[in-house]
């Protein structure tokens, strides 16, 4: 089988994940490198690799099968996606929940018209979370549907935590709390609020001489930040932020607690849970394996928008449908 060539738009921490990722699978080549910067200033982990500016991606459109775009959600994927769809099939981990539907229209447009095949909104959330939530909200529909995230550095509320005044480094922690999550466990369905279900821990270095009580307050009191949770502010030195906060893990818990039987009595509890180690490295290991089941559906005609939803799981795996049915079944 010839492998699938893949091309990386967009090289921050998910693009040098997606490097890494696909050293981990045979099937799979990288056939370049494509960056906003010059492209002799970005240095990829893999020897040998080639590194082109993202104006001349259009030259490659015979080179590549998938394009993976790693640009963030905020202002690049919109952007970047459907430009991307008129020249490649591409996959993005587009995260903003909100705009998905404009999005994903923004994106099938391109690709219908292009004839290109375009996966959006992929990862853990969105992406495996929401998968989870589908399947456990379709057996179950009497019941009721939880996510929590974390532990781990929520990369928004960091971002916010550091343009504080007084504020030389710093990083957030998103925290689930484990009584919510036991309640939710119990079969009881309780209605939580935003500030029974997770706590923002911060970790801080302050400018030196800075007004520490001042950054308590302005962190705690930071309008749709933090203002609706129970924050800790922590200041430690430059040394120990180093030691200790230079991760990025991540994870969470999908959690449905449903009813069924004669009187819908009996309690059955669905949980699906990830510990991420690091969030880019395993969103780009998602990002690989739908790249597969991408080229695949584009080999049997299929164009336009797809999401997690719409990809059979079989075409996910290297493994032919009778060796995953003797092995997984
Ligand atoms: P980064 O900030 O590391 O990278 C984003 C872009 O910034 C890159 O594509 C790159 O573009 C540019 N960039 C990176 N490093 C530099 C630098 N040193 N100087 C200038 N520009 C730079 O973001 P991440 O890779 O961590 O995350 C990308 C997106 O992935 C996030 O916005 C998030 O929405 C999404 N995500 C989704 C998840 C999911 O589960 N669905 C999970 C995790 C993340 P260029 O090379 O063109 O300059």
């Not at 099937?27 to 910067?37: H, K, N, Q, S, V």
């Not at 959600?73 to 903003?96: C, G, H, R, Y």
């Not at 957030?172 to 935003?194: C, D, F, K």
């Not at 009996?266 to 080229?295: D, G, W």
């Amino acid at each position: 089988m010839e492998k699938v060539r893949i091309g990386i738009s967009g090289y921050g921490n998910l693009g040098r994940g997606v490097e890494l990722a696909i050293r981990q699978n045979d099937d799979m080549e990288l056939a370049g490198i494509f960056t906003r910067r010059d492209p002799s200033t970005v240095k990829p982990l893999t020897a040998g690799a080639k590194v082109y500016s993202i104006a001349d991606a259009e030259k490659m459109a015979n080179d590549i099968d998938v394009m993976i775009i790693c640009g963030g959600s905020a202002t690049d994927l919109p952007k970047q996606t459907p430009e991307m769809a008129k020249l490649f099939n591409v996959i993005d981990s587009f995260d903003t929940h909100k705009r998905i539907p404009e999005h994903f229209a923004n994106v099938d447009k391109a690709a219908k018209e292009s004839g290109h095949l375009a996966f959006i909104s992929l990862g853990w959330d969105p992406g495996l979370f929401s998968l989870n939530r589908l399947y456990a909200e379709s057996i179950l529909p009497n019941g009721k549907s939880y996510t929590f995230w974390g532990k781990g550095v929520s990369q928004g509320h960091s971002d916010a935590i550091r343009r504080v005044e007084g504020v030389k480094r710093g990083i957030q922690y998103t925290v689930p709390i484990e009584s919510a999550m036991e309640a939710v466990r119990s079969g009881s369905q309780p209605e939580l609020t935003t500030r029974q279900k997770h706590l923002r821990e911060c970790w801080v270095v302050p400018e030196e001489g800075a007004d520490l009580a001042k950054i308590e307050n302005d962190i705690k009191t930071m309008k749709n930040y933090f203002d609706e949770y129970d924050t800790t502010v922590n200041f430690i030195t430059e040394e120990e932020f180093d030691a200790k906060h230079n991760k990025m893990p991540h994870g969470g818990f999908v959690m449905r607690s449903g009813l069924t039987g004669d009187g819908e009595k009996t309690h059955q509890m669905i949980e699906y849970s990830l510990k991420l180690e690091s969030n880019p490295e395993f969103t780009a290991s998602v990002l690989i394996c739908f790249a597969r089941a991408l080229a695949r559906m584009k080999a049997e005609g299929a164009t336009g928008c797809k999401t997690a939803f719409d990809v059979p799981p079989a075409y996910l795996s290297k493994l032919s449908g009778e060796e995953l049915r003797a092995s997984m079944l």
